[in-house]
């Protein structure tokens, strides 16, 4: 259990940043498809899906230092992002299977809640 305190931190850095390097790839690509050429309903949806991962990304990488330092509302703040984000990728799952996204998330979810328990 003392390896998930050591780690916790760096799970949920790596969440962030794979879920902004995410956003931000997922809004280019939008932009640059048949999608980008007009501004519509359907654009301004798919470009709050890229939205979603990059703020949940930005708040997880700039909660990192407090979990590292055990403040608890860093705790929460970064539980609160992890799970939309898990809930998120099962509500798209039908129209694009996000494994690795869904994994890395729920990983560092399941680590930041054991180490808020044995904390």
């Given at each position: 259990?003392?390896?998930?305190?050591?780690?916790?931190?760096?799970?949920?850095?790596?969440?962030?940043?794979?879920?902004?390097?995410?956003?931000?790839l997922?809004?280019?690509?939008v932009?640059?498809?048949e999608?980008?050429?007009?501004?519509?309903?359907?654009?301004l949806?798919?470009?709050?899906?890229?939205?979603?991962?990059?703020?949940?990304?930005?708040?997880?990488?700039?909660?990192?230092?407090?979990?590292?330092?055990?403040?608890?509302?860093?705790?929460y703040?970064?539980?609160a992002a992890l799970?939309?984000?898990?809930?998120?990728?099962?509500?798209?799952?039908p129209?694009?299977?996000?494994?690795?996204?869904?994994v890395?998330?729920?990983?560092?979810?399941?680590?930041l809640i054991?180490?808020?328990?044995?904390?």
């Amino acid at each position: 259990m003392e390896n998930i305190f050591k780690y916790v931190s760096s799970a949920v850095f790596i969440a962030g940043a794979w879920n902004l390097l995410n956003g931000i790839l997922h809004d280019v690509f939008v932009l640059r498809s048949e999608h980008g050429k007009q501004y519509d309903r359907n654009l301004l949806r798919l470009l709050m899906d890229g939205h979603i991962l990059i703020t949940s990304g930005i708040i997880l990488m700039i909660v990192t230092k407090g979990i590292r330092l055990q403040q608890q509302f860093a705790y929460y703040t970064a539980g609160a992002a992890l799970l939309g984000i898990v809930i998120y990728c099962l509500m798209i799952f039908p129209f694009l299977k996000s494994f690795v996204t869904l994994v890395i998330n729920s990983v560092a979810l399941i680590f930041l809640i054991i180490s808020l328990i044995k904390k």
